[in-house]
């Protein structure tokens, strides 16, 4: 199961910080009606989270920093929503996070409060 771990991760991360991008905005991409599109108001929060979300996968699973990165970078071409029924096919077949709770428009990682 670990052989397929940092592709796990790589779902993980672009699924949250996309979901959470959609949780600040209504406004999609012209060229991927899945992909929330963040006005400037709101761009700190959401490169907030996305850097907490990757500092935490970083410091749970060290040794899958640099193929996390890579399984991002082979499946770019993944829409937004496809990433989050990626995550969600994982999940239901049993995949998970260390440490990881999710409570509604809040995230937890590991007791540090991410909003």
Known sequence: MEDNMPYFLACFYMARTEEYDRSLSDIRSKHDPTEAIIDS???????RYAFYCRK???DMYPQFK???NEEIHTYINYSAQHWIDEYERLTNDGWNIKGYRNHDSFVVFDNEWVI
């Open 56 to 58: 935490y996968l970083y």
């Open 41 to 47: 108001r709101y761009k700190k929060y959401s490169d």
């Open 66 to 68: 640099k193929v996390m």
